[in-house]
């Protein structure tokens, strides 16, 4: 997804009006739900065709865009949602993609007619889909822990990185996979003070680490002024500057409960 524009950290709850995006979680699989709603425009497609190729930056699990809310009564949005079905496709591994569409709406009948539903699943409901692409997700390549807000979990987070990368023979992002997962976690110990949902899961030959918890606040970078002795391992502001130099991408997204702050780490491309 290089090329696009899109750098770390991508931070976001609401975008513009008219589309909304945010995670639901689905048996510890990242699940971006993309909301689109008001009339079908040239602002409306430029929103949300950008808001897509970010969500695939974001390489989640899996992406639902729910056009339940749409304003469409020519099916023109169509090219938009197979543009978005190739991108996802495109991806290593690829992103389970699939619409919401009420039957009723014209939109429906237009997917079909594309033969869309082969491989852009069109759904009537948001709950029917997060079903289907649960069954879609494999699990075998996905470890993840509910940890307390202690002075531990940053340890046991780590740990769980190290079991991931040397399963899956990536002894390369060993360290740099465990550093992120630290800062995300002490992050979330000093800062949200709620369980922690930790997961990491493969992306190719990448890591995704995310860190979720019930704190509502999105992370901000701020400058790094004088560490604190309870937290050796974090300096304060130092913390998602590490993040940010260490991970590929990075960013945060509202969650039901709260919000999950995520990263990919990936191999340097060589010089």
């Given amino acids: 997804m290089s090329g696009m524009?899109?750098?770390?950290?991508?931070?976001?709850?609401?975008?513009e009006?008219?589309?909304?995006v945010s995670v639901d979680s689905t048996e510890d699989a990242a699940v971006s739900l993309l909301t689109v709603r008001g009339p079908w425009d040239a602002q409306l497609r430029w929103t949300a065709s950008t808001t897509l190729r970010r969500c695939f930056?974001?390489?989640?699990?899996?992406?639902?865009?729910?056009?339940?809310?749409?304003?469409d009564p020519h099916s023109e949005s169509a090219s938009t949602w197979?543009?978005?079905?190739?991108?996802?496709?495109?991806?290593?591994?690829?992103?389970?993609?699939?619409?919401?569409?009420?039957?009723?709406?014209?939109?429906?009948?237009?997917?079909q007619g594309l033969d869309a539903?082969?491989?852009?699943?069109?759904?009537?409901?948001?709950?029917?889909?997060?079903v289907a692409l649960a069954g879609r997700i494999p699990g075998d390549e996905r470890l993840s822990a509910t940890l307390r807000p202690d002075p531990d979990a940053p340890s046991v987070a780590r740990n769980l990185v190290s079991d991931a990368c040397l399963g899956w023979g990536l002894v390369e992002l060993l360290h740099p996979s465990r550093l992120v997962m630290s800062e995300l976690v002490t992050n979330a110990v000093e800062h949200a003070g709620t369980d922690i949902r930790v997961v990491v899961s493969r992306r190719g030959a990448g890591v995704h680490l995310s860190v979720?918890?019930?704190?509502?606040?999105?992370?901000?970078?701020?400058?790094?002024?004088?560490?604190?002795?309870?937290?050796?391992?974090?300096?304060?502001?130092?913390?998602?500057r590490t993040v940010q130099?260490?991970?590929?991408?990075?960013?945060?997204?509202?969650?039901?409960?709260?919000?999950?702050?995520?990263?990919?780490?990936?191999?340097?491309?060589?010089?």
């Fill in 5 to 15: 524009g899109v750098s770390p950290p991508y931070l976001r709850g609401d975008t």
């Fill in 17 to 20: 009006q008219g589309v909304t």
């Fill in 57 to 71: 930056t974001d390489h989640p699990d899996g992406l639902i865009v729910d056009l339940s809310g749409l304003l």
């Fill in 82 to 111: 197979m543009t978005a079905r190739r991108l996802a496709a495109g991806l290593q591994p690829p992103v389970h993609l699939a619409l919401c569409v009420p039957p009723e709406l014209p939109l429906a009948d237009r997917m």
């Fill in 117 to 130: 539903g082969r491989y852009l699943p069109v759904y009537a409901k948001i709950g029917q889909a997060r």
């Fill in 212 to 240: 979720a918890d019930s704190d509502p606040r999105l992370p901000r970078l701020i400058r790094p002024s004088s560490p604190r002795p309870d937290l050796p391992l974090d300096e304060r502001g130092r913390g998602l």
């Fill in 245 to 271: 130099a260490t991970a590929a991408q990075w960013g945060a997204l509202p969650t039901e409960a709260g919000k999950v702050v995520w990263a990919t780490v990936r191999l340097s491309e060589p010089r």
